[in-house]
Each structure stands twice: as structure tokens, then as C-alpha cells.
């Protein structure tokens, strides 16, 4: 199962929150102002919400900012968002999905059709590429003063259904329907994990070789990246 784009998605975030911090702020901001509209404000009734406090700490988010989210989500003010997912192909075809969430339907639809147009691949119909990815939940323990044995039975133990040491962190995969159980359950036996959230397996991968297409493939990359409507996105490209 590794290889898969989120967590790396996650970690290309991280590693760029000194750069563009407001816009980690302000994706972070509209998935918990989802969350809190789907389960309330307390992180600790809402499991959703829980996770993505989380994520938001370690893409260093600060505490003061979290809370002002969850209260502006939670009173009479806040927008209302809707998730939106759209499906595509790369440059050579590769299998795009790409979740957003958005107070403008329209908005968000017209720049995605565009970062598609422009860098030479195509939006397609929902369902078009969908069933190319396996629907999984991951939760993201960092390995740094972890035991990778006590880890994995424990993980297993929850309800986890797989266990995947990678170079810096252990990923630990579940039905998609239990990943906030096992998160929490996790957190109960003293584990502090970075991410748990539903995530998207590629059944297979694909490599570019053409120069071009590789460029383009990472400028629609970076446009998902830059639009603050989108929150994530899934891809079975592998780089060589």
C-alpha cells in the first residue's frame, strides 16, 4: 500500500507552511467548519473534528487559530460549505481525484476545469477514474520515540487492518468508516498521531517518461496545491 499520494500531500504541506501558512490556515479552517457543522464543536463528542485538530498541529497550526475556527464555525456567521469531488486524467492520463470544499460551486468547478485544461490533461464525469482507488482510512503516527511492535498490536488490536512503517512514520490503514474508532482509540493508549482521515489507494500505478508531461503533471500538482478551495487530492502517478 505505500506509495500513495496523501500522506505526502500531507507532508508537502508541512514542509511549506513557512511560505504560505495562510493558505494551510484557511484549508485546515474550511474542513473543520465542516466538521463542526456535521458534529458539533467539541472535538471530544466529534471524532471528525478531533482528527483534523490534530492535522492542523502538525502542519503547525497554532492553538489560538484553532479555537477562533471552531468558535466562527459554530455561531450564526459562518459560510456554508459543501465538499465537491471531481475526477480527471493527468497528461498522459493518469488518474486524478480531486476533493474541494467550497462556498462557490461554480468557482471551484471553473478553476479546476482550468489547472486541467492548462496543463494538458482533462476533467472528466464523476465515477470516470474513482474506481481505480481503493477507499481506506490511514492514521499517521510519527516514529520519533515510538515502538514499532507495541505500535502495530496495539493499532491492530483497535480494529486497524494493516500496518505500513515508512521512512519517518508508521501508517496505519482501516475500513474507511472506522478511522475516527481507531484514532480515538489509539489516543486512549497514549498515541499521538498527526493524521486520520479517510484516503484514496491507488489500485496501480503509472510512470511518466516524457519530459513534458512530467512538468506538466507537477504544475497541475502545484495548482491543487495553490487553490484554497481544494483540500485534497489523489493520483496514481509514481515518480520514478
Not at 506509495?3 to 500531507?10: E, V
Not at 508541512?14 to 464543536?41: L, N
Amino acid at each position: 500500500m505505500s506509495g500513495h499520494s496523501k500522506w505526502k500531500n500531507i507532508m508537502h504541506k508541512k514542509e511549506k507552511t513557512d511560505a504560505q501558512r495562510a493558505k494551510v490556515f484557511t484549508k485546515i479552517g474550511k474542513e473543520m467548519a465542516v466538521a463542526v457543522k456535521e458534529g458539533g464543536p467539541d472535538p471530544v463528542s466529534n471524532t471528525k473534528l478531533a482528527a483534523l485538530i490534530s492535522k492542523a498541529k502538525s502542519l503547525n497550526v497554532p492553538n489560538d487559530n484553532i479555537d477562533r475556527i471552531i468558535k466562527k464555525a459554530s455561531s450564526a456567521a459562518a459560510a456554508d460549505y459543501e465538499e465537491i469531488t471531481y475526477e480527471g486524467y493527468g497528461p498522459e492520463g493518469e488518474a486524478i481525484i480531486v476533493q474541494a470544499t467550497t462556498d462557490s460551486r461554480n468557482r471551484t468547478a471553473g478553476n479546476v476545469r482550468h489547472y486541467f485544461d492548462k496543463f494538458g490533461g482533462n476533467l472528466g464525469t464523476l465515477g470516470c477514474v474513482s474506481f481505480m482507488f481503493e477507499d481506506k482510512g490511514l492514521i499517521v503516527v510519527e516514529k520519533e520515540d515510538v515502538d514499532e511492535d507495541k505500535l502495530m498490536e496495539d493499532a491492530l488490536e483497535c480494529g486497524a487492518t494493516d500496518f505500513v512503517a515508512e521512512d519517518d512514520v508508521f501508517e496505519i490503514y482501516t475500513e474507511t468508516d472506522d478511522v475516527d474508532a481507531v484514532a480515538a482509540a489509539l489516543k486512549d493508549k497514549g498515541y499521538t498521531y498527526v493524521s486520520a482521515e479517510p484516503d484514496k489507494i491507488p489500485q496501480s500505478y503509472v510512470t511518466i517518461t516524457d519530459e513534458d508531461a512530467i512538468t506538466n503533471m507537477n504544475k497541475l500538482i502545484d495548482a491543487f496545491e495553490e487553490d484554497d478551495d481544494i483540500t485534497a487530492f489523489f493520483h496514481n502517478w509514481e515518480e520514478e
